[in-house]
């Protein structure tokens, strides 16, 4: 009896953007939608619907198809994990096959379909357990599961299949070590900050990795350095804009400190200079590799005072435990408010006004040039990165002991506050002796410059000044005044509190 209700399965391995309709279709999905459709008629099938596979997911380059024999490991439905090449819709053909939901399977070939041992033994299990006998067949010929001789001649080609493809991934493996360990470009998309050989530098891109390197550094969140991007309208390599997620991975390049990299460990000096300094990077390592540092995903700030300006009522003078100030429309102007409570609301355009003023006003002072010294300029960066990361191993390892119920949770809580609060410390000794003061723009500045420097310096550049020379807490606005009242924002100099 012949399939009333098959499937068809289309699959590409190597899909690219200049293949595409424009309807998102390959090209090749075309043609072998056709040559299916074709044999179907041939042999006298019903197809029921045909399932194209090609992992296409946007900004991975040229190539968008994943390798059909590329794996991952994963849950299978009896609990076990093990590693499978991940192909949704083959193993939605599969399912449908199984629940009796369809009667054929028919696709190209034998490599379109499995090249994974496993994958061909869970086809089989599937052809074997129904009743009647699932038909499976190719267009070529090449896969035909009808009789144990189809069967063993199938597991014989996909074994084949297997082997070339390990070779194939081992060839290619040693072939990139060996273009690392030279300082060769593996080609593919030219990196950012360099031409399309991968290797020539392009000046006006790196100072872009080491000032934006700086800025996060210096405090700057990840999400406020993308946003500045992409208010500056600046490149990518893709045309996409930047995220969060894109600039960190550009931010941790070891080639941007002149290093290649092999499997993710970097193996040789490059070709090139590297354009950000390597304390800076390192730290940077330490700073985006600490999983207590990770922050989840959130919109970017908009405002000055967002995440800086703190609810007067709410956080006490000593800072302790502080309570940030959002902005709210409610009165359709702008308008800071407590993230807490509903008991202030004061004028963004006001608030500002009085904080940059305070700020500039302290950068034209005859000794702010006294704010760029370095607060503690014997610093043996080298001992304190390895104190760090031996903190940062501790914990880990405290972690572990929590797991095996060698330590309990109050006592992880302890050491875990203990060990941050010296991390914190650490990296407050280590930003200075890194990078300079974001300070220094305006410091050097001219007294009737100073105002454009401030505005070209970016939302959050402004923000690391603001939080490195003043506090600023805003209060309830006093009583049976008119208009904006200073006295309802209080603004105080760290160097004054510090004191």
């Known amino acids: 009896m012949k399939p009333s209700s098959a499937i068809g399965y289309v699959r590409l391995s190597d899909l690219r953007l200049e293949d595409l309709t424009d309807d998102g279709e390959g090209k090749g999905n075309l043609d072998q939608k056709g040559r299916i459709t074709e044999k179907a008629k041939v042999l006298g099938w019903v197809l029921r619907e045909i399932i194209v596979e090609n992992d296409l997911s946007p900004g991975q380059g040229k190539t968008r198809a994943a390798s059909a024999f590329k794996r991952r490991k994963i849950l299978l439905p009896d609990g076990r994990k093990e590693l499978r090449t991940v192909r949704p819709g083959f193993r939605k053909a599969l399912d449908m096959l199984s629940r009796g939901e369809a009667d054929g399977f028919l696709a190209l070939d034998l490599d379109r379909t499995v090249r994974d041992p496993r994958d061909l033994e869970d086809l089989i299990d599937v052809v074997e357990a129904s009743k009647p006998r699932v038909q499976v067949e190719s267009v070529t010929g090449s896969l035909r599961l009808a009789n144990d001789a189809d069967i063993t001649m199938a597991r ?19 072939a990139r070590e060996r273009q690392a360990l030279a300082g060769e470009f593996a080609g593919g998309r030219r990196p950012f900050g360099h031409e399309d050989d991968g290797i020539t530098l392009i000046e006006a891109e790196t100072k872009l990795v080491n000032d934006f390197s700086i800025k996060a550094l210096q405090g700057a969140s990840l999400r406020s350095l993308a946003a500045e991007w992409r208010r500056r309208g600046l490149p990518t390599v893709t045309g996409a804009d930047m995220t969060a997620a ?9 080639r941007n400190i002149g290093r290649m990299v092999y499997q993710g460990e970097e ?6 200079k590297g354009y950000v300094k390597v304390e800076v990077f390192r730290a940077l390592q330490d700073k985006f590799g600490d999983p207590a540092r990770q922050s989840g995903p959130g919109p970017a700030p908009r405002w000055l005072g967002s995440g800086v300006y703190m609810c007067g009522i709410c956080t006490p003078v000593s800072l302790e435990r502080p309570v940030f100030c959002e902005v709210t429309r409610a009165n359709k102007a702008p308008a800071y408010k407590c993230k807490d409570k509903a008991h202030l609301i004061r004028s963004v355009k006001h608030v500002d006004a009085l904080v940059v003023g305070v700020v500039l006003g302290r950068m034209l002072r005859e000794d702010a040039i006294d704010l760029l010294r370095p607060a503690a300029p014997e610093v043996d960066v080298k001992e304190l990165r390895a104190e760090r990361k031996a903190i940062r ?5 405290m972690a572990a002991d929590k797991a095996l119920g060698l330590i309990d949770r109050a006592q992880l809580i302890k050491a875990t506050a203990i060990g941050k609060a010296r991390m914190d410390e650490i990296d407050a000794l280590l930003t200075p002796a890194s990078v300079d003061s974001p300070l220094k ?8 410059e100073i105002e454009a420097v401030w505005e070209g310096l970016g939302l959050a550049h402004q923000q690391l000044v603001i939080n490195t020379l003043v506090t600023v807490r805003i209060l309830t606005a006093p009583r049976g005044g008119r208009g904006f009242d200073p006295a309802g924002v209080d603004v105080r100099l760290r160097e004054d509190t510090d004191s």
Do not use: F, G, H
């Open 156 to 174: 014989v080609m996909v074994a084949m299949a297997n082997k070339a493809s390990r070779d194939t991934a081992r060839r290619v493996s040693a």
């Open 246 to 254: 894109t600039l960190k991975d550009l931010l941790l390049r070891p």
């Open 393 to 397: 191993t501790n914990l880990d390892e």
């Open 441 to 448: 723009p305006l410091i050097e500045a001219d007294a009737d």
């Open 267 to 272: 193996v040789a000096d490059a070709p090139w």
